[in-house]
Every structure is written in C-alpha cells, then in structure tokens.
C-alpha cells in the first residue's frame, strides 16, 4: 500500500460509478470496482466491497437498474445498468461537482 | 416518484433474506473473479485469495451499511418528518385544533355511521351459519305477507327433511311480581326448538327440551341475562327457583348468554301449548322462524314448501295463498330503515368530503406560507420526492391525531345516540366500536390523507421552486387561488344538495304533522294491559272488569272520560277480516276494533250517521258493527251500499281467550269519523268497530282523557286499577302525543340526522368561504390600500371583496341544484306528499346558503374595508 493514496472524497463515489456505468455500459460489481481502481491509477484507496451498499442505494433512488447475468467465472451474478433517471441525475452530479470545484479552486486563488 | 421509492423501501424491508442471499452470491462471485486477476497476475492461489480479501475490505461492516441503505433510511426519514410535523403543529396550535377538529368530526361521524350501517346491513348476523334461518308465511300475493295456522304450522314442522328445527313466536307481556306490585314484562311465547333455530345455548342452566311445549307439561321459563341480572341480582342459584309469570309459577331453567338478546324486547321466553280450541285452519295467528338443515338451499326449501302447498289444497281454505320461505336476515331490516340508513351514510359522507376539502384548503393556505421553505430545502438538494414525502408524513401526523380524535368522538356519539336510535333497529344489531369499525376509521383516515395531503404536495412543491425564492411572500399566487376557489364552490355544491336534502325531509315531516289523525290528542294518556286467564276465565268475568274501572275512573274529579279497547289509534290493529254481504261472494278487508260505549266520546269522535257503541250492545244483545268513514265508502263503492246504516253483514270475530273465531252476523248501526289507525303516512285503512262487552278479549287497553296534564292523574288511575284488581299491572303508559310521535319516529330520526349533518355542512363551507375571502383580503391588503388612497370608499372594497364571494356561492349553487336534482330522487320514498324536486324546499336551501355564505363572506369584507392605506402601503412597501 502506497503512502500517497487517498481515500475515495465523501461523497464521490456515487458520482464514479454513475460515471463508469454511462461510458462502459453495463457491468457488474467487480467490473465496477476494478474499472474504477484503475481509471484512477490506484491514486485512491477504495475497499471494493464498498461499492455494493452505494449499488444498492443508487438502485433504490431509482438511478441504476440490475439484470441477472453471467460471469466470466460463470456464476449468476446482477449487471447494474443507468436507468433515464439516472443519466440525468449523472448530469446533475457532474454539474454540482464542476461547480463546487469551481468554487473552491476560485476561493483557493483568491486567498493565495 | 415517491410512490415509487416508498414501494421499494417497504419491499427491501420484507425480502430482507432474499437480498442477503443475493448479497452473499455477489461477494462470492466478487472474490472468485478477484482471485482469477489475481492469478493471472501471477500469484499463487494462495496469495491470490488473500488479496481478493484485501481489495475487498471488511466484510461484515459492508454488509450492515447494505442493509442500512436498503431498509433503515424511509423509516428513519419517515420519523423525522413526523417530529417535524408535530413540531410544526406545535408551532401552529391554532391550524393543528382547527385541522384535527375537522378531520375528527369527519371521520368520528363517519365511523359512528359506518358502525350503524355495519351492524344493521353489513355484518352476518350473530348466530351460527345465519344464512340457514328463515321465516315461513302464507303468501295472499307476491307482496304480501301473513301469518299462518295452527293446523299448518304443524304441516310444516312435519316437513322435518328440510328444517333442523322450526318454532313459532308470539310475543306477549306478563304480571311479574315486583316488590309488592307487579310490572308488565314483555316476554315471548315459543315452540320447544325456538332456541336451535337461532343456534344459541343457555349461559346457565338449559332451554327448552322437545315435549315441553306439548299439553301437560311442567310450566318453564328461560330468562335473558339483562332480566335475571336485574331481577335475580345475577343470583346463579336461580335454577332453583320460580317465577310467577300472571300468578302463575313457572320453573326457570336457564339464562341466555349477556349479549344479544338483551337486545330483544322479551325478557323472558316460556314455551307455547296450543289448546284443543287452537287446532284450526282458520285463525292466522303464528309467526314462524326455522332453520335449514345443513346443505339444503333456499331454493330446494321455496320448492318442497311449494310441494306441501299443493298437497294442502284441500283442506286450506285461503285457495289463493301460497307458503314463502324468506332469509331471516331480509326480514329484520325493512326497506324504510335500509333506506334511511344509506342516506344517513351517503349525507354523513358528505359532510367528510366538505372537511376534507376545508382541510385540503388549510394546508394549502398554510403551503404558500412554506413555499419559501420548500424552495430552500429543494436548493439545498431534497429531491422533489423528498419534499412530497416529508409534506404526506405531516399530513399523516394530522390525519392520525384526527382519526384518533375521531375515534373516540365516534364511540362518544355511538353512546350517546343508542339509546335514540335502538329501538329502530333489529336487536341483533350491537352498535360498538369493534375491529371492523376500527378498520373502517384506518381506510377513512387514509382516504382523508390522500384528499387533504396529495394536492397540497403537488401544489407545493411542483411549483416552481426557483421563483418561490424571489418571489415576494406578499404575492398571491394564481393558480393556487384557483384551486382554493374551487374547493370552496365544490364545498358550497356539496353542502347545497345535503340542505336540499334536509328541507324536503323537514316539509315532509310538516306535512305529516299537519295530517289529521282524526283523534283527539292532547290530554288523553293510554296504558295497555293483559287480563291473565287464571284471574279472568270467562268473557263475563273480563266484561265485569272493564264496566267497574271505566265506571269507577268516570267518577274521578280530574278524569272526564274513559274508555277500553282493543288497540289504540296510529298504532295498528292487529284484526283484520272479511266483510261479507249476503249473496255476495266477494268480501271486503276491514281492520276490526273492539271497544267500549264510551271509545268515540274520549278520542272525540263524532258519530257521523246512525249511532255509535251504546251500553244496550251487550252480551246476548243482537251483535252490531259501526263503520268507518272509509270503511264505508268502500262497501258503497264495491258494493253499491249507499246507505249501510240498518244492513246485516256476516264476518269471522274471535271468541274470548282461546276460542277461536266464529262466524257472526252483525247488524250496521252507524258511521263515524275516519280514525288514523296506523302510521299517518300510510292511506286510510276501512276499519269497523264491534261492541267489546260482545266481544270481550284479554289485551286490552285503556284511553283516559283528563282535565288537566295527563301524566299528573296517573297515579290516580293506577288507585282505581289496583281498587279493581290488585295484581293487574298497567304497561306502555304514554300520552296521546307520544303515540304520536311514536307513529313519526321512522320519519324524524333520518330527517334530523340529515338536517344536522347538513347544518354541519353548511358551517363548514361557511368556514371555507370565510377561509379563502379573509385570505385573498390579507393577501390584497397593499392593493386595496392604494385603492383607498385613490379614492375608494369602504363600501366599493366591501362590495368588491362580496362580490368575489358571491360569484363562488352562486357556481356553489347552480352544481349543488344540479347535484340535488340528480340525488333527491333517493329521497322520493321517504317523503311524504313532497315532491323531490319541490321547487320552496329548493329555494329555501339555496337561500340558506346564500345568507350563512355571505354572512361569513362580510367578516373579511368588513376588515377589508377598515384598511388603513398609510398603514398598509407603509407595512409592506
């Protein structure tokens, strides 16, 4: 474990997997993590079992959708997919978070 | 959306285990890919699993945050949206009594209702495999009804095959000895196997075993727990003792269960032994109750019932009739109370929808102060559902404490109108608040939630709430206005077609009211007795007894007439007979009276030709008969009589005590003044009057008309009484203005039941109206005070501001005429001589609700017009 990786920020994990799910399509939950993992280039520090209360919750506000598959290792195993919902609650995410990032890259410069 | 999401929650909460299993089948799947990257990557299996498991992170704290997310968080936003709401009422005491007092009265008079019309329509009645119990007539025609013979009720009971038990009732009132003096108690006489019909076991002791209603049997008695806890203080040693039923001792032998039958008028039941005299075809005097056996229909019991009829034709002498066998349950209700009970229901109903929609009204007054609020909490990021869901729980928190509250304003008013209204329903009908009842309030409550909670939530906060933040909180806005308006005209609708409702009930009742009941009514008081046959074996003995009380009550200061007879007017007569010319073969149905020579003086009916009852019409004398008024214009009309006075007609009169009747031909001495003999509303019925000293019978009664107030000289009637006979006990004392209020009590009751719950109405869109005026005033205040500072005068805002009330209460009124229109028509059986579309009772409501509409329109208007424009302008500007 290297000492400069981070924890996922509060509250941005819903965001990633929306993110992931709408450029690769559907996938299950170890796809997910691994996906995340290296799109961040083990910059974060992420449990990957804890992806699978933020499924659940993201299913439940109605933003992602599950279909029963099959794994590589042949198991039967859910697909997590965006639902309409949740393509636009994607958006809403991203904008809130480009916003808030904004602000606080504009404070941070104000200050410096 | 909510809706949606809720659904979820509630589900996710009962598939618990399922989706533990599923979770468990993630992980599992999880690791074993984990591990195959793993190794592929190059480690050993051994190394490989170990950091699948590290990648993973702990699992068990994983699981419990699943479970958390997928079940814990409605309940816990559920509970704090509740806090919130009682927090909110508690901010707002004035709204939260106003609103709970609504929703209260609502759902507390429906339930009450509900609980009526549960017990009386809707519940199995309370006794084991109900549907098997029927009643038994002879059938003169399809609509008719009678009672049958005694020779034919045996017919039946031979038909044993169908019935599991068969049993006559007929009820009857006794001298109980009572601390010296005896009371009247009604009780019923019935065959042995009456208490199977009903499927229902003594509490203690047994009923009636078979061969105790045969000749020669021990006397028995079965007592109803509400008469043996009074009479015998519950004593269980009862069993034991007798109870002297006229004088005569008679073994008890059991205790009914408490409950039902405490409701029956009887209070005791003995068993009844036809005499020899009684075994006839002729005397149609049994009412007969019976219960099918397991697995036969009514249909295979109409049917064998058909059979025997057939089979009995030659020895019936009604050719004509047949025999009916009717569910029991069909017979308790008539078709007057179910109908006065669906429109207590549908009026009640009513009433709730008009709460709701002040409700409905409140809370959306009270939204557009929040809409400012909902706006911050949805910029903040609550999702629109979020906000729905918190603004239903606040609603649920009021209709819970107003269905709670009404709960218990239903049983108040369940206790208190009971009494009122028990002797109009079947005794097996017991008004409680029971599960049902509970279960009626819980869907009512819901029904209220979704009324009163949904169109606030979407007018909230589906408004746009970026504009709610800047928008002045002064501003009214339109659409909501829109929705207020027309809550207000639907309330106004509403209650318009319940007071339509009301004011034809109410003339209807005038008119009954007004209806000549051909008798004299005020100072005259009538009492009921039974001469027992051991005291009063022979007609002379009864004879003798009714000349020495009349005579000796004649004599009394304060009484200036008295008379006895059979049956009393407006309260039916029991006998009715064919009149028969001869060489005629038709016959004419009349009711037939028995009464004394002085009957017609105390009622004050006139003789209208020949003469009355006189003294002369004695025992042995020729037999006479005095008609009727109608009775009479029927006979000339049918018959072509026109003068009757002098003509002999035969008919069947009974024979005192169990004679049965006997062919008489009597001599028509006169006519009198047509006497109400049943309920007014019911046409005229042909009745003739036959001497009682020739025609002595043992249930009699006694008319009494006094001098001055008539319940003041009956302890002086009770002296004379016991002066004649110390054990005969005096029963059913009422003035001639009870018997007549009495004879009423079908049409009062469902009349003001309406007439209050439309007042009710009425007061709520009352207070709708003055809601959304005194609203739209406070909401105008800068406008109307520019508009004084520009001159206006207080009368031109007065009027402006009526003037927007008025336009709601006449699109009120022209829904609520359409409305009534449609909807009186239910009423069309319960009136009398009224017609349901009466244009002066249609009037009269739509002025009522203009009046009480602008009475509560000029409370605002008034404040209206004392605005203060420096003031007003100054406040806000």
């Known amino acids: 474990m290297s000492e400069h990786k981070t924890d996922v920020p509060y509250g941005t994990l819903d965001l990633l997997i929306l993110k992931t799910l709408d450029t690769m399509g559907p996938m299950h939950g170890y796809r997910i993590a691994r996906r995340i993992e290296q799109v961040a280039e083990n910059l974060v520090r992420l449990n990957q079992g804890s992806i699978y209360p933020a499924l659940i919750r993201l299913e439940e506000q109605g933003w992602i959708r599950t279909q029963w598959g099959v794994s590589e290792t042949k198991r039967k195993v859910k697909f997590y997919s965006l639902t309409r919902a949740g393509s636009k609650q994607l958006n809403v995410a991203v904008a809130n978070w480009e916003r808030a990032t904004a602000l606080v890259a504009r404070f941070l410069e104000a200050q410096s | 959306m909510t809706l949606r999401f809720a659904a979820r929650r509630l589900l996710a909460l009962f598939r618990k285990r399922r989706l533990d299993g599923e979770l468990e089948g993630e992980i599992r799947a999880h690791m074993e890919m984990a591990e195959l990257d793993a190794i592929a990557s190059g480690l050993s299996p051994e190394e490989a699993r170990r950091e699948a498991r590290r990648g993973f992170g702990?699992?068990?704290?994983?699981?419990?945050?699943h479970r958390d997310q997928r079940s814990v968080r409605w309940v816990e936003n559920l509970l704090?949206?509740?806090?919130?709401?009682?927090?909110?009422?508690?901010r707002d005491p004035g709204f939260a009594a106003v609103t709970i007092g609504l929703l209260a009265l609502g759902i507390g008079a429906n339930t009450a209702m509900f609980s009526i019309v549960d017990a009386v329509l809707l519940k199995p009645l309370p006794f084991p495999a109900p549907e098997r119990m029927v009643r038994l007539w002879e059938t003169p025609s399809a609509t008719q009804h009678n009672n049958t013979t005694t020779l034919t009720y045996l017919d039946w009971k031979r038909q044993s095959d169908i019935f599991e038990a068969l049993s006559l009732e007929e009820s009857f009132r006794a001298a109980v000895a009572a601390d010296g003096d005896p009371v009247r108690v009604p009780g019923k006489m019935v065959s042995a196997e009456y208490f199977q019909v009903f499927g229902v076991k003594a509490a203690i002791g047994r009923t009636f075993e078979t061969g105790e209603d045969q000749q020669g049997a021990r006397p028995v008695v079965v007592l109803s727990h509400s008469f043996w806890q009074a009479r015998f203080g519950g004593d269980r040693g009862v069993l034991q003792r007798d109870l002297a039923l006229d004088?005569?001792?008679h073994r008890i032998i059991g205790v009914l269960p408490a409950g039902t039958f405490d409701r029956n008028e009887a209070r005791f039941w003995k068993p009844l032994i036809f005499k020899p005299e009684q075994l006839n075809r002729r005397q149609h005097w049994l009412r007969v109750i019976g219960r099918l056996r397991p697995g036969v229909s009514l249909e295979q019991a109409q049917a064998k019932m058909t059979l025997l009829r057939a089979s009995l034709n030659a020895v019936i002498y009604q050719k004509d009739w047949g025999f009916t066998v009717d569910p029991f349950a069909e017979?308790?209700?008539?078709?007057?109370?179910?109908?006065?009970?669906?429109?207590?229901?549908?009026?009640?109903?009513?009433?709730?929808?008009i709460a709701c929609a002040n409700v409905a009204n409140l809370v959306l007054a009270k939204g557009a102060t929040r809409r400012k609020e909902m706006a911050l909490r949805a910029a903040l990021g609550a999702g629109r559902g979020r906000l729905i869901g918190q603004l239903l729980t606040e609603g649920l928190v009021l209709c819970v404490l107003g269905g709670v509250a009404g709960i218990g304003m239903a049983y108040l008013l369940l206790h208190a109108a009971s009494p009122l209204v028990a002797a109009s329903l079947p005794f097996t009908a017991d008004l409680s608040v029971d599960l049902r009842v509970l279960g009626f309030a819980a869907a009512a409550v819901m029904a209220v939630l979704i009324l009163t909670g949904l169109l606030p939530s979407f007018q909230t906060s589906f408004g746009k709430l970026s504009g709610s933040l800047n928008e002045a909180a002064r501003g009214s806005s339109g659409s909501r206005a829109a929705v207020r308006r027309t809550i207000v005209i639907a309330e106004v609708a509403a209650s318009v077609v319940l007071i339509c409702g009301a004011a034809l009930l109410f003339k209807s009742l005038a008119k009954l009211q007004q209806v000549d009941a051909g008798v004299r009514i005020d100072h005259v008081i009538t009492m009921s007795t039974d001469l027992p046959a051991t005291a009063y074996p022979t007609a002379e003995s009864a004879t003798t007894f009714f000349k020495a009380v009349v005579e000796r009550l004649r004599s009394v200061p304060g009484i200036e007439q008295a008379s006895v007879s059979i049956g009393l007017p407006l309260e039916g007569v029991r006998w009715g007979e064919f009149l028969s010319l001869p060489g005629v073969k038709e016959g004419l149905l009349v009711r037939v009276k028995m009464v004394d020579p002085w009957y017609f003086a105390t009622l004050d009916i006139p003789v209208e030709s020949g003469r009355g009852i006189e003294d002369r019409d004695r025992a042995g004398a020729p037999p006479v008969m005095v008609l009727s008024q109608e009775a009479a214009r029927l006979l000339?009309?049918?018959?072509?009589?026109?003068n009757p006075v002098g003509r002999v007609v035969g008919s069947y009169l009974p024979g005192y005590g169990p004679i049965p009747e006997s062919q008489v031909n009597l001599q028509?001495?006169?006519?009198?003044?047509?006497?109400?003999?049943?309920?007014?509303?019911?046409p005229l019925e042909p009745v003739v009057y036959v001497p009682l000293a020739q025609f002595p019978r043992q249930d009699i009664s006694l008319v009494v008309r006094t001098r001055s107030e008539p319940l003041g000289a009956m302890s002086g009637i009770r002296e004379i009484v016991r002066q004649v006979d110390a054990h005969l006990p005096l029963g059913e004392v009422r003035t001639m203005e009870e018997v007549k209020e009495r004879s009423m009590r079908w049409a009062k009751q469902p009349t003001w039941v309406v007439g209050a719950f439309a007042g009710v109405a009425a007061l709520?869109?009352?207070?709708?109206?003055?809601?959304?005026v005194a609203h739209a005033v406070t909401?105008?205040?800068?406008?109307?005070?520019?508009?004084?500072?520009l001159g206006a005068r207080p009368g031109d805002v007065v009027s402006s501001t009526l003037r927007s009330a008025l336009s709601m209460l006449l699109v009120g009124l022209a829904a609520g005429l359409a409305g009534a229109f449609a909807l009186t028509r239910a009423l069309k059986s319960l009136l009398f001589e009224v017609s349901a579309l009466d244009p002066v009772s249609l009037a009269l409501a739509c002025v009522v609700m203009t009046l009480v509409g602008i009475l509560a329109a000029l409370i605002p208007a008034s404040r209206a017009a004392r605005v203060d424009p420096t003031t007003a302008l100054r406040d806000e500007g």
Do not use: C, H, W
Request: hydrophobic fraction near 45%; charged fraction near 25%; proline fraction near 2%.
């Open chain 2, 58 to 65: 702990g699992i068990e704290p994983m699981k419990e945050e």
């Open chain 2, 80 to 90: 704090r949206d509740a806090r919130y709401g009682i927090a909110a009422l508690a």
């Open chain 2, 247 to 249: 004088g005569e001792p």
């Open chain 2, 331 to 353: 017979m308790l209700v008539g078709d007057t109370l179910r109908r006065s009970i669906y429109l207590a229901f549908g009026a009640v109903l009513i009433v709730l929808l």
């Open chain 2, 636 to 642: 000339s009309g049918r018959f072509g009589v026109a």
């Open chain 2, 668 to 682: 028509i001495v006169g006519v009198i003044r047509n006497e109400r003999t049943s309920r007014l509303q019911s």
């Open chain 2, 764 to 772: 709520l869109a009352a207070l709708g109206l003055y809601g959304v």
């Open chain 2, 779 to 789: 909401q105008q205040r800068r406008e109307i005070g520019i508009r004084m500072a």
